[in-house]
């Protein structure tokens, strides 16, 4: 009977892999996590892309809130414009440099005195 029981076995000592089938598995196993791991980390949604999508968030919302106040003030310099006219003329004449007929323009910006230090 033992010759039987060797015949049976030898099939089974040539094949490797069938003796440490759970070893195998396992090796399988933590490579997988190990990929898991590394991607989890490093991937397209890994955690330091995730990090420079909530910075990039919170530099676009300070822009969105400085554009949202300019926008405020435009609206009512265009309200003020609409309904007087005299803030129309004084805003062309701010921007533009106009004068009006008869008027006397002192420009201050430039010191001629001091034009030699």
């Not at 033992?2 to 440490?20: I, V």
């Not at 590394?38 to 822009?63: C, N, P, Y």
């Not at 007087?84 to 701010?94: D, H």
Request: aromatic share 6%.
């Amino acid at each position: 009977m033992s010759t039987g029981n060797q015949q049976q076995r030898a099939p089974l000592r040539g094949l490797p892999w069938r003796e440490h089938r759970g070893l195998l598995v396992l090796c399988l196993m933590g490579v997988f996590a190990c990929l898991l791991l590394v991607l989890s980390v490093f991937g397209d949604q890994g955690v330091f892309r995730i990090r420079t999508l909530a910075r990039d968030r919170v530099i676009l919302e300070q822009k969105v809130q400085s554009i949202e106040s300019d926008n405020a003030t435009l609206r009512r310099q265009l309200r003020d414009m609409k309904e007087g006219r005299a803030s129309y003329e004084l805003a062309a004449r701010e921007k533009l440099g106009l004068v009006k007929p008869g008027e006397v323009v002192y420009d201050f910006r430039t010191d001629p005195l001091n034009t030699g230090r």
